[in-house]
């Protein structure tokens, strides 16, 4: 939801405790009212009079009603927009840390190394399968041309 259809139900809301909460005061303009404290009277009248104050309460309860159904749906909609992003973020250092992975991998293949000719740095065996041997044997091996020429 956007801010309009929040502001726009909350308003909505507020209005609506406002309407319920005067209907008593328009049904009981009228009547007679008698309030007392501990038997002795405070306000003799008609219902009418304690409008005002009535009205006060009333406007007030309405618009903290209002005002807080507005703060808590866009509370609900930054919770979400959080947990979206959050969720968001959360792949994308996944991600990141694949590639990082992979380019820590490819910075030290054997390839790049024999390159860069940093072959000392290969392992033993990757460095034999860089010369030209396959694992059966085949290819120059440049030990056993030596091997050979001097054993003729």
């Known amino acids: 939801m956007s801010f309009s259809k929040h502001l726009l139900s909350s ?3 507020a209005g609506t405790i406002f309407a319920a909460a005067t209907i008593p005061l328009a049904t009981l303009g009228s009547k007679p009212v008698a ?43 930054s919770s979400r927009k959080l947990n979206l992003a959050e969720s968001e973020m959360s792949t994308l250092k996944q991600q ?5 992975t992979l380019i820590e991998t490819l910075k030290f293949s054997p390839a790049r190394l024999q390159a860069s000719g940093l072959e000392r740095f290969l392992p033993e065996e990757s460095s034999w399968r860089q010369r030209g041997h396959s694992a ?12 050979f020429e001097t054993s003729t």
């Open 11 to 13: 308003v909505l809301l």
């Open 35 to 77: 309030i007392q404290l501990e038997g002795k009277p405070v306000f003799t009248g008609q219902f009418k009079e304690l409008a005002a104050p009535y009205m006060g309460l009333v406007l007030a309860l309405s618009i903290g009603a209002g005002a807080t159904n507005f703060a808590v749906m866009r509370w609900c909609q």
């Open 96 to 100: 990141l840390h694949e590639q990082e």
């Open 136 to 147: 059966n044997g085949e290819g120059k091996n440049e030990h056993s041309q030596v091997a």
